[in-house]
């Protein structure tokens, strides 16, 4: 009977967590607890089973020989654990809230035309939707899908393509007007080029000439947080911006801006990710839905026009 008071799923759980995050500090984190709690937790697992599982002498978590053995059976558990739970859950419609994180501009002309078709077929599935081109920490900000662009980082996140789009360097009529096309990517440092302002924006543009592949310094008056911002500013005629087609495409169609150096386009592409933590194969079906939709509906190529400022 003492052994039917034992959570040993959830122990398995914190177990898998700490082996797959590397060590107590981040598991804890992930699950919400604090990492004494963890260790305890472990300690419990190990005193009961007579076996040291994890060796703590160093600040990399290492597992011994019992603890490998354990590992492996501990994830052979917990996945058909989820299966039966998946098995079950997919009888039953998705339901609940879903916060999903996006940058502005796919947000904007993507995500938003998107939710009135996924809310008629997931009327039970509530979005909570935030708009920001800051990379946000998932766990922390309790977030349950993330679009992020770029190239995706090495991380214990789960990704799902959505889609990639070219770059291209655009201005509105009435800037060119009045100062004019530059006729080489070295021609900028004449121009007023506008940029993000967040850190991990790099300020350069690459460009190629021939065979020679550039990285130039952009320099301008104004700067934004976010690509429609960007795409404002652009419109308004405050200088050069270069932006992902997905984003500017419509304006291009209209002649609200005009590309620029396209000889000069080094046909480097946007990508677009579904970004979700999805452990050991576990998602609620509310995420799931959302994901599988945005990869069916997604097309980076559709001509939303957003026109105005």
Partial sequence: MARLEINRSGEMEVFARAVELGGFSPAARALKMTPSAVSKLVSRMEARLGARLINR??????????????????????????????????????????????????????????????????????????????????????????????????????????????MAVVASPSYLARHGAPETPRALSAHNCIGFNFARHCDKWPFIDGDERLSLPIHGDATAGDGETLRRLALVGQGLARLAHYHVGPDIAAGRLVPVLETYNPGDREDLHAVYVGHGGQLPSRVRALIDFLVAEVDLHAPRDSAGC
């Fill in 57 to 166: 002498s160093t600040r990399k978590l290492t597992l011994t020989p019992e603890g490998e053995l354990f590992h492996e059976r501990t994830l052979r558990v917990l996945a058909d654990l989820d299966e039966a739970e998946s098995a079950v859950a997919a009888t039953q419609a998705p339901r609940g809230r879903v916060r999903v994180s996006s940058s502005v501009p796919f947000g904007l002309h993507h995500l938003l035309p998107l939710v009135p078709g996924f809310s008629a077929l997931h009327p039970k599935v509530i979005l909570d939707v935030v708009l920001c081109d800051t990379v946000v920490d998932l766990m922390d900000a309790r977030v349950d899908v993330a679009i992020r662009s770029g190239p995706m980082r090495a991380s214990q996140l789960m990704a799902r393509k959505l889609g990639d789009s070219p």
